[in-house]
């Protein structure tokens, strides 16, 4: 995966923002891509499949470089889409969830990088579950895969400045230019939004469990 790094846009960001430091664009380049991304759901990843293991129900993801997984948009066990879920819900529903042993049919996620199923694998299967999620970029990362830059390039731009022109306390702040790039940032989140929905939807056959 090719990383194009943040500081890439640096100039064309100083030229609205010339006494802005290089470092303190970079970070709200940053601060920007990892709010688009989290907001709109549009860096979406094809996760390699999953091996089950009879017995376990919690398995880890491996993102792409630089990212965490923001949400599992779908998963899918031999093809049939599994239900999204909670652990309160699967308690009030079912208390023996994490006993019960069966095909996948339910998935839920509680912290970055895992998922888990609903009920626990019976069978040991190899490639099994497909995932697609939204990724995010780290508070580390140092720019964003090629392909999402070069679609998402403007809107980053646009939070980028948004951020910058926020800053009260710096000579170069402007909350009328602020609230112009507002505005164009959440316009292009919402639409990354619906393009990236609209791409990911596809019919397919929902699995049933536990009266689910």
Known sequence: MAITPYTTMVNEVQLEVLKAPFPLITRALRNAAIDFYTRSEAMVYTHDKLTLITGVNTYSLDPADETRIGKILTARYKGAKLKPT?????????????????SPALYFSERPNEVIFAPVPNATEALAVSLTASL????????????FFEE???????????????????????????????????????MAKAKAQQDNTAKSRTMSYGGL
């Open 136 to 147: 995010i970029p780290t508070r580390s990362s140092t720019g964003v895969e090629e392909v």
């Open 152 to 190: 998402h390039y403007a809107a980053i731009n646009h939070g980028a400045l948004m951020l910058l022109f926020m800053m009260g306390h710096q000579e170069w702040a402007d909350s009328g230019r602020a609230q112009a790039e507002s505005f164009a940032f959440g316009d292009a989140i919402s």
């Open 86 to 102: 909670s652990r309160e819900l699967l308690n009030q529903q079912n208390s023996g969830w994490d006993v019960n042993t069966g």
